[in-house]
């Protein structure tokens, strides 16, 4: 296993273009969480999927964002008609169910840039 | 809900120099506690955890951290810095309460100079 993977490493678009981010966590993983980073900030909690299940959403979760996670298996995260202030890096991770003890596995992240 | 703050934005120091990164939880149940470090452009490692076992905890590249409740701290340290230590670090915490997701702290950089 690889470990968490994500799809594309950056993504360069226009204001109001649509992107979408994959994400395939580590394969034993029934949990997988988004994240979004900006500069100079820690990493802000975006959605939780248990297997197929989407659990939670933050409120930094807009309407133009959606996030999912088909059979349970990779997720994507879409945002429709991007702005600049969406320009962030985008973590995805993952854990196993005991998710105290072995923490949260991470992928090296998506950097979207909105021109 | 539990949250944590991390003191200092940047810190330097020299090589071969004690490390010192501060981190304070609040939470209001017992909570766990993790380091985690990023390097440009990569995503986050774990460097090491705290789940109510011993409150002296070791994890990987020599770093170490020490939780205290009475204190509400949890700050890591390295005896003796490396350039290649030079990098984000993060202090996150999930509550062993009920269900929560892991929150970060703003993070501190880490500058090493020779």
């Known amino acids: 296993d690889t470990g968490v993977s994500q799809n594309p490493r950056h993504k360069i678009t226009k204001r109001g273009q649509n992107v979408t981010f994959r994400c395939d966590p580590i394969?034993?993983?029934?949990?997988l969480y988004w994240y979004r980073q900006t500069l100079g900030q820690g990493p802000e909690f975006l959605t939780y999927f248990q297997n197929e299940a989407q659990l939670e959403k933050s409120r930094l979760l807009s309407d133009r964002f959606s996030a999912e996670r088909p059979k349970g298996s990779f997720s994507t995260l879409e945002i429709q008609r991007t702005e600049q202030g969406d320009s962030a890096m985008y973590l995805c991770?993952?854990?196993?169910?005991?998710?105290?003890?072995?923490?949260?596995?991470f992928g090296s992240g998506t950097r979207l840039t909105v021109v | 809900a539990q949250s944590v703050t991390q003191l200092g934005s940047h810190v330097s120091v020299s090589e071969g120099a004690l490390v010192l990164l501060r981190c304070n939880y609040s939470s209001s149940v017992p909570p766990y506690l993790f380091w985690y470090v990023q390097y440009p452009n990569q995503g986050l490692q774990l460097l090491l955890k705290y789940t109510s076992a011993a409150t002296l905890v070791k994890g990987i590249n020599g770093f170490e951290a020490e939780f205290k409740k009475s204190e509400t701290s949890f700050h890591l340290t390295k005896p003796s810095a490396h350039m290649s230590d030079a990098a984000e670090y993060f202090c996150?915490?999930?509550?062993?309460?009920?269900?929560?997701?892991?929150?970060f702290g703003k993070g501190t950089m880490l500058l090493v100079s020779p």
């Open positions: 991770a993952s854990s196993a169910r005991d998710r105290e003890n072995y923490g949260y596995t």
């Open positions: 394969s034993e993983h029934n949990r």
């Open positions: 996150a915490v999930i509550s062993n309460s009920g269900y929560s997701t892991l929150t």
